[in-house]
C-alpha cells in the first residue's frame, strides 16, 4: 500500500450530508471484478443518465473539478452498506482523501485499508472549504498527515482528527497484512517453539 504523507490536489465540494456508498457505487456494478476500471462507477447514477451521457450539472463532469485528487463532503459521508467497491471507485478515479464532518464508519476503515485519507473536521470548517471550492473552481487544497492540518485555497490552516493507529498505518503505507507480517519473526519463533514443546498436536491435521 502506497505511504500517505502529504496531498496536495484539486478539491471538489459535494454538497451533500447522509451521500450512501449506493451512490458512490450503484449495487448493480459490485458484479465487476476488481481491476483499475473502476473509475466510470464513481458516482455512477448521478454522474451519467439512463444514456450514459454525463449530467452537466454534477460537479466532477464540470470542468475545473474533473482531476479532483480531494473530495470535501457533507456530514455521514459514506454511511449504509460496506461495499469496498466504493473506496475501489474513489481511488480509481484518482481520489485520495476525502474530507467530511463524519463518516460511515465501515467505510472510514475500508478507506485507512485502502490507503486513502478520511480527515475528519468540524462542520463549519467542511461548509467553508465547500464555499471556498465554489467561489474557486479548480482550487487546490493540501492535506499535511504528519501535522494532522489541511490548507484551504484562502490559505487558512485547519486541524483534522484521526486515531492514532490509522495515522501510523497511512504513514507507514501498512495493511492489515503488512501488520501481521511485522510480527513474522515472532510468530515463526512461536510456532517452532510450539512444534517442539508438543509434537503431536503440530503434526495433526
Known sequence: MKPFTTLTAVAAPLDMANCDTDKLI????LRKPRDPSYAPYLFHDMRFDSDGRERPEFVLNQPPYRNAGILVAGANFACGSSREGAVYAL?????????APSFGDIHYANEIQNGMLPAIVPEDVSRRLRDELRQQPGAQITIDLPTQTITG????RHSFDIE???K????????????????LPQIEAWEKRYRGEMPWLASRG
Open 153 to 156: 485555497p484562502d490559505g487558512a
Open 168 to 183: 501510523e498505518r497511512l504513514l507507514k503505507g501498512l495493511d492489515d497484512v503488512d501488520l501481521v507480517l511485522q510480527y
Open 164 to 166: 492514532g493507529n490509522y
Open 91 to 99: 481511488l480509481d478515479y484518482g481520489i485520495r482523501a476525502v474530507i
Open 26 to 29: 450503484p449495487a448493480r456494478l
